[in-house]
């Protein structure tokens, strides 16, 4: 099997824009193996000469062409890393000459700008949903009156992430509850959460990757036992199926995806932070 091909994601900001392009766009070829890195804060071109020595040299172990994803406002420092003989997607590129003729007025490349603070109320949103998030984590808090979202599975299926991910991105509210095993036992709701039947939406996983997450959480557990989770899956499913609870499977699905759905299905508009 060959080398994986390395993939760098530069910015001069924090990378996460780059990253997130450029991961959407890889995951379009299954049979190609890659090394993703992701590089933030190249903010001079003095920087971005020394990550286009680094680049070309992971390139040469590797013996294949590296592929970059920059997401520099700056044209200077996209070129500069050029340099390094990679595959540079510039993800700004394809779009800044359509508008300076729309708009009528040239680009000031600001670095860093892009990803720079909007304006305090959007902070604070951003800050208030995350320790909404945090605060609601796996049934911690259960008033769930000021929930935008209250995401529904059993232990270890991707709830904490998604809401995290949801309140820093997206300012939305999001709390879950974990389904115990007395939850389980019956075909309806937890009675905590039918008040709040409008804001559910249920999370699943395949049994075989939530026993190995299990396992790496608590190997060798009943609570990591393949039948454990073939057994709290199937009886989740049944309970969503039976309430009529909409569901995506975590197995294969990003968090970008996992989120953009639970928002597309619950009605949530809300712009990215």
């Given at each position: 099997m060959s080398s994986p091909r390395p993939v760098f994601y530069v910015s001069d900001g924090t990378g996460i824009t780059a990253e997130t392009i450029g991961h959407s766009l890889l995951t379009q070829f299954r049979d190609t193996p890659f090394a993703p890195e992701r590089i933030p804060f190249v903010d001079s071109v003095e920087r971005a000469h020394e990550i286009a020595i680094r680049i070309r040299e992971a390139?040469?172990?590797?013996?294949a062409r590296p592929i970059v994803v920059s997401s520099c406002v700056n044209s200077e420092l996209t070129g500069a890393i050029r340099a390094s003989g990679a595959l540079v997607l510039d993800v700004f590129e394809p779009f800044m000459s359509l508008l300076e003729a729309e708009l009528g007025e040239t680009r000031q490349a600001r670095v860093g700008q892009a990803h720079g603070m909007v304006d305090f109320e959007t902070y604070h949103k951003r800050i208030n949903a995350m320790n909404y998030a945090l605060t609601h984590d796996d049934g911690m808090s259960i008033n769930y009156d000021n929930a935008d979202v209250i995401l529904v599975a059993v232990s270890r299926a991707g709830k904490t992430?998604?809401?995290?991910?949801?309140?820093l991105h997206h300012g939305i509210a999001a709390a879950n509850y974990p389904l115990t095993e007395e939850d389980l036992e019956h075909d309806r709701l937890p009675?905590?959460?039918?008040?709040?039947r409008a804001k559910l939406f249920g999370l699943t996983i395949d049994p075989v990757r939530l026993q190995q997450v299990r396992q790496e959480r608590r190997?060798?557990?009943r609570y990591a036992e393949l039948e454990t989770c073939k057994r709290e899956v199937a009886a989740a499913e049944a309970l969503f199926r039976a309430e009529r609870i909409?569901?995506?499977?975590?197995?294969?699905?990003s968090i970008e995806e996992i989120s953009s759905k639970v928002m597309s299905t619950l009605g949530?508009?809300?712009g990215m932070f």
């Open positions: 390139g040469e172990a590797a013996q992430p998604t809401c995290v991910y949801l309140a009675p905590r959460l039918r008040a709040h190997p060798n557990s909409p569901v995506l499977s975590t197995t294969h699905t949530i508009r809300r």
